[in-house]
């Protein structure tokens, strides 16, 4: 039995042909979408990065149910473009969302995050705090 989880998914790529992030979110989506088949995705994406979609890049559109494209100054390199469209998500999303990152694996439903009753959450990124004592 599916469940349809009503809180849809976000993700940021800001990308170009060298770089390994349309890769990564590739992976991800292909976990998200494994687990939770029925989730509703949201691309958020720069008009550089979405005419590099082409080849096995444009495999991205394929699991994305919207893409949504923001012309941004080209005097902005990639990690600023990425960095704007990131802390405007609640500028261009309306609703609830799950932000993810584009390295982010997921290993099974997310159904659960329907039932969250919070403006803001967060996940401590326990990867960066490798070998420090985090409590």
Known sequence: ????????????????????????????????????????????????????????????KKDCNRTRVFDLPNELNREQKSRYLKTNLRNLIHGNYLFLDTDTIITGSIAEIDNLRCDVGAVLDSFSLEGKDCF
């Not at 494994?34 to 979405?50: C, G, H, M």
């Open 1 to 60: 039995m599916s469940y349809r989880i009503n809180t849809k998914v976000v993700y940021v790529l800001v990308s170009c042909e060298s770089d390994y992030y349309c890769e990564q979110l590739l992976m991800s989506l292909f976990s998200l979408k494994y687990y939770n088949p029925d989730v509703d995705v949201e691309l958020i994406t720069d008009s550089k990065t979405y005419q590099s979609f082409v080849g096995n890049r444009a495999m991205i």
